[in-house]
T-cell receptor, first 109, second 114 residues
Framework: DQQVKQNSPSLSVQEGRISILNCDYT??????FLWYKKYPAEGPTFLIS?????DKNEDGRFTVFLNKSAKHLSLHIVPSQPGDSAVYFC????????FGAGTRLTVKP | DSGVTQTPKHLITATGQRVTLRCSPR?????VYWYQQSLDQGLQFLIQ???????AKGNILERFSAQQFPDLHSELNLSSLELGDSALYFC?????????????FGDGTRLSIL
């Protein structure tokens, strides 16, 4: 039962350009959506979140957009930096947390 | 450093055995979550405790159990281990039980079943 899907296993972008990571979900009851970043040999680290009643949340270089009608959210990173290279997980909350399988972002210098 | 401590970092054991994974949450956090990450898969939610009480249950097998102690540390017990139980097990903590509070993750325990 995969209620949260990240259909792109990997993404490669040039330093300074925009990175767009996508996430789709099936359960319209999710209250909150979160993005986590994970480096090898470390646990996931919280990046940014958005409530289901909003459509955009911005924090520095990171912006999350939520399209409830399409059951889709995206994370924009502008400008992308080599240190952003990591696996990014989309997660959604409704009494418990559901994670996507992750997208590996590579930012090339 | 997330402030969440998981021990041990690595565990190697055989099928049929039983192991205990330990988690100390971040100071001040009352909620503890356990997740399993198998190869190339996302994190699967197992179970959540809040202030000593079970709060939510996910895809946790009957062979697995957990508890949260009065000092708020938590243990995940895995018994009758099978090859398919080999995975990374993460613990996370948060201030409350609401999903709007970010969860802070430990670095995980890598369990290998031989």
């Amino acid at each position: 039962d995969q209620q949260v899907k990240q259909n792109s296993p990997s993404l490669s972008v040039q330093e300074g350009r925009i990175s767009i990571l996508n996430c789709d979900y099936t359960n319209s009851m999710f209250d909150y959506f979160l993005w986590y970043k994970k480096y090898p040999a470390e646990g996931p680290t919280f990046l940014i979140s958005i409530s289901s009643i909003k459509d955009k949340n911005e924090d520095g270089r990171f912006t999350v957009f939520l399209n409830k009608s399409a059951k889709h959210l995206s994370l924009h990173i502008v400008p992308s930096q080599p240190g952003d290279s990591a696996v990014y997980f989309c997660a959604a909350w409704n009494n418990d947390m559901r994670f996507g399988a992750g997208t590996r972002l590579t930012v090339k210098p | 450093d997330s402030g969440v401590t998981q021990t041990p970092k690595h565990l190697i054991t055989a099928t049929g055995q039983r192991v205990t994974l330990r988690c100390s949450p971040r100071s001040g956090d009352l909620s503890v979550y356990w997740y399993q990450q198998s190869l190339d898969q996302g994190l699967q939610f197992l179970i959540q405790y809040y202030n000593g009480e079970e709060r939510a249950k996910g895809n946790i097998l009957e062979r697995f159990s957990a508890q949260q102690f009065p000092d708020l540390h938590s243990e995940l017990n895995l018994s009758s281990l099978e090859l398919g139980d080999s995975a990374l097990y993460f613990c996370a903590s948060s201030v409350s039980f609401d999903g709007n509070q970010p969860q802070h993750f430990g670095d995980g325990t890598r369990l290998s079943i031989l």
